[in-house]
Nanobody, 126 residues
Framework: QVQLVESGGGLVQAGGSLRLSCAASGRTFSMYYMGWFRQTPGKEREFVAVISRFGSDTSYADSVKGRFTISRDNRDKMVYLQMNGLKPEDTAVYYC???????????????????WGQGTQVTVSS
């Protein structure tokens, strides 16, 4: 089992940047693929980005491609989401999530993830 705690959210003007962090504890961190999702009130949780166990592969939602970067540090058990060129439509609660897989696939559906953090609010003002 793994526990996840996000941090780094806040209020930023459009065009600005934020870096979200996710600290993991528990079993061997490198066992897990790590993802970021976001959610706004009344909407389903939306995939943002995913990274493979050792960071060699990543995948992004089209809406953030070229602006957001996911990375990880297995030694420190951390996952990051660097968000540049933020837009008001990026406003959401951002969640860190983890899954283990024998298929070596990058997954994007929330129901495919086993563990979740509590979320951190990101607000982008226009």
């Amino acid at each position: 089992q793994v526990q996840l705690v996000e941090s780094g959210g806040g209020l930023v003007q459009a065009g600005g940047s934020l870096r979200l962090s996710c600290a993991a504890s528990g079993r061997t961190f490198s066992m897990y693929y790590m993802g970021w999702f976001r959610q706004t009130p009344g909407k389903e949780r939306e995939f943002v980005a995913v990274i493979s166990r050792f960071g060699s592969d990543t995948s992004y939602a089209d809406s953030v491609k070229g602006r957001f970067t996911i990375s990880r540090d297995n030694r420190d058990k951390m996952v990051y989401l660097q968000m540049n060129g933020l837009k008001p439509e990026d406003t959401a609660v951002y969640y860190c999530a983890a899954y283990s897989s024998e298929t070596y696939s990058l997954l994007s559906r929330p129901d495919e993830y086993d563990y979740w953090g509590q979320g951190t609010q990101v607000t982008v003002s226009s």
